[in-house]
């Protein structure tokens, strides 16, 4: 699996850390989502994809690769 | 195909306190995307469904920008602010991206020994009120309100000046005059506040939006930074508060959960979750106006008319929730949408969860047998009147 993330889109609410604080976190400045982990574990799946689908600005796509 | 003219209501009343009016239900069922009359009489469009609802709200030709219907008229002053709740982007992004940072996971985390310590000191206030005391003014509310105040620089003991006016902006029916004059006496609250950390800047979080804001391409007017002082006072404190006390109404009428959450305290992050998703305290929705013509489950919404998307509802979609009208601390975890959706969705929420949390998980732990304690013939008063529902008081017992 493969993660993209959009920065333009997010709007930094942090739902994606609680899911998948392996794969995502928050810049500091200014809370804005950082990747990671591009191409995380198969374990991590659920968390990502709970993380994409919580994700109140559309900016985490899970790409299968 | 035009739609024709709606004399459905918006469902408003309920049957159990605890629960959405039971129309909701019905429309979910059956027009999960029909015009209503809305509470303030007009013709809108009631969304009602999970996935509705996230349409709706995570697509940018819904307008937030629009002033609220029933204020038009009055907010015509020339130093008027609009909060930025009620931008779109780019606009928008230029006041959320300045906060963003404030409330991340991180920063959050490192506000929680103080939240902890705090929620222990209100505990034994309540105690010392003894029994028959307002867990409401003894608990629900100084927790957020303090919690608000230490975030924002604002003093404390000047809490009777902001909760009053706070609360006068929430309430449902009230006269344009009296709304606005509760408005700009906020206003002019946070303004003092503006100046008073220019003069003398502290740690706090005006302090640095001030210091941020001199450095943005577009920086931030007094009565810009005073419009973000409000949203957050007012949307920090009242909101959590609400929260706080409706979930303690909830798990007492549960035993056996509160029984469940003392024995794995680890797990009243699931909890409160549940809570969010069963009480939706935002209990009217939330609005927004179509910038062109958009179809949504079906139906075309028409440029220039009214949404409300319906976070209740859409809460307990039975197409998304298994059981809708459980309280499952194991359902499997569905993002829920008590916080909204899209560019708008809470700024604070993280600072919610973590307050509801440390401060539900220690109330069960202080107080047991907590119960509550209504004095002979009289109801729990439940906030039918107010935007953000919640309890006006909540006399308890342990």
């Known amino acids: 699996m493969r993660v993209e993330i959009d920065q333009d889109k997010c709007c930094g609410a942090g739902s994606c850390v609680l899911s998948a604080p392996e794969v995502f976190d928050q810049r500091e400045s200014d809370g804005i989502v950082v990747l990671l982990e591009e191409e995380p574990g198969d374990e991590l799946r659920d968390a990502v994809e709970e993380a994409a689908e919580r994700c109140p600005a559309a900016a985490i796509t899970v790409l299968e690769q | ?398």
């Not at chain 2, 209501?9 to 995307?33: C, F, I, K, N």
């Not at chain 2, 307008?63 to 029933?70: G, L």
């Not at chain 2, 000046?161 to 509760?182: C, N, V």
């Not at chain 2, 307050?355 to 509550?372: D, H, K, N, S, T």
């Open chain 2, 1 to 398: 195909m035009s739609c024709p003219v709606s004399h459905q209501a918006m469902p408003v009343e309920r049957v159990d306190p605890l629960m959405p009016p039971p129309g909701y239900a019905q429309l979910l069922a059956e027009a999960p995307v029909t015009k209503v009359l809305d509470l303030i009489g007009l013709q809108t469009w009631l969304v009602t469904r999970y996935a509705d609802v996230r349409a709706v709200l995570g697509d940018p030709r819904f307008s937030s920008d629009f002033v609220a219907p029933e204020l038009k008229g009055l907010r015509e002053e020339e130093d008027f602010v609009k909060p930025f709740i009620r931008l779109d982007p780019p606009e928008h992004t230029r006041f959320r991206r300045a906060l963003t940072g404030e409330f991340t996971v991180r920063q959050i985390r490192l506000l929680e020994p103080g939240i902890r310590q705090l929620v222990e000191d209100q505990l034994d206030q309540l105690e010392k009120a003894g029994k028959g005391a307002d867990l409401v003014e003894h608990f629900a509310l100084p927790i957020p309100s303090l919690v608000i105040c230490q975030l924002l620089g604002v003093p404390y003991t000047d809490h009777d000046r902001f909760q009053s006016d706070s609360k006068l902006l929430l309430t449902r029916e009230l006269a344009p005059e009296d709304r606005m004059r509760a408005a700009n006496q906020l206003r002019d609250f946070m303004l003092e506040l503006v100046h008073l950390k220019r003069r003398e800047p502290d740690a706090a979080l005006m302090t640095r939006l001030i210091e941020r804001s001199a450095e943005m391409e577009q920086p931030f007017s007094d009565l810009e930074l005073a419009s973000i002082g409000m949203l957050l006072l007012v949307a920090g404190h009242e909101t959590t508060a609400n929260m706080i006390a409706l979930t303690t109404v909830a798990l007492l009428r549960q035993p056996e959960k509160i029984e469940a959450l003392r024995a794995d305290p680890g797990k009243v992050d699931a909890y409160v979750e549940e809570a969010l998703r069963l009480l939706t305290i935002v209990q009217h929705g939330v609005r927004r106006l179509a910038t062109e013509d958009i179809e949504v489950g079906g139906e075309v919404i028409r440029e220039g008319e009214w949404v409300i998307a319906s976070l209740a509802a859409g809460n307990r979609d039975p197409g998304v929730y298994p059981e809708p009208d459980e309280l499952d601390a194991d359902r499997k975890r569905v993002s829920h949408l008590s916080f909204g959706f899209g560019p708008h969705q809470c700024l604070g929420q993280q600072l919610a969860r973590v307050e509801l949390q440390i401060a539900l998980a220690a109330l069960f732990r202080r107080f047991p047998g907590l119960r509550v304690e209504l004095p002979e013939g009289e109801e729990i008063p439940y906030k039918h009147d107010m935007l953000i529902y919640g309890v006006h008081s909540l006399p308890v017992a342990w």
